[in-house]
């Protein structure tokens, strides 16, 4: 089956960059989807398709991928985002969909 | 309003059944596919179940293959997700969550708020 490796947590201080990374063998062959999820809520879908924003969505929330990593960017953070974050990713060969492990977000 | 909403949670013995449900409004349920997914305590996101907007194709994780059924009743807006031979690793929050098109082959946009099983004795 299909694995997505996330790293646990990613720290950021307020107004700087923060990158999650979501690596898969050949994920840039598929469309990568990411979520955040605060404590106690649902998760919400903030880029969908490798790079596409939902409305609603800030642009600081950007994403990249190609070759055997996929990247959530997130700009100019601020302590709202504070979260934790999942990859996700349709497995076409077994119809499954499949998350990553998930990444803390600390903004200090 | 376009929503999800969750039901038919709760605490069940090891072995025994339960069935969640997912009441769907605000957009035409029958054009999407849908999806459960769970998430165990302090744990991450885990994909269970999905079923066509047609409801003619299902596909279930291997962790829950044989034991859960998924079906979908769309004169009633309404998802459910059929649980035997509950195991303690199924505890858990079951969201149901819905995709943008008809095929269960994409990502989720929409999410409930979700239903805590509890599987013990």
Not at chain 2, 78 to 90: C, G, K, P
């Amino acid at each position: 089956s299909y694995v997505l490796t996330q790293p646990p947590s990613v720290s950021v201080a307020p107004g700087q960059t923060a990158r999650i990374t979501c690596g898969g063998n050949n994920i840039g062959s598929k469309s990568v989807h990411w979520y955040q999820q605060k404590p106690g809520q649902a998760p919400v879908l903030v880029v969908y398709d490798d790079s596409d924003r939902p409305s609603g969505i800030p642009e600081r929330f950007s994403g990249s991928n190609s070759g055997n990593t996929a990247t959530l960017t997130i700009s100019r953070v601020e302590a709202g985002d504070e979260a934790d974050y999942y990859c996700q990713v349709w497995d076409s060969s077994s119809d499954h969909k499949v998350f990553g492990g998930g990444t803390k977000l600390t903004v200090l | 309003e376009v929503q999800l909403l969750e039901s038919g949670g709760g605490l069940v013995q090891p072995g025994g059944s339960l069935r969640l449900s997912c009441a769907a409004s605000g957009f035409t349920f029958s054009s999407y596919a849908m999806s459960w997914v769970r998430q165990a305590p302090g744990k991450g996101l885990e994909w269970v179940s999905a079923i066509s907007g047609s409801g003619g194709s299902t596909y279930y994780a291997d962790s829950v293959k044989g034991r859960f059924t998924i079906s979908r009743d769309n004169s009633k807006n309404t998802l459910y997700l059929q649980m035997n031979s509950l195991r303690a690793e199924d505890t858990a929050v079951y969201y149901c969550a819905k995709e943008p098109g008809i095929a269960a082959r994409w990502y989720f946009d929409l999410w409930g708020r979700g239903t805590l099983v509890t599987v013990s004795s």
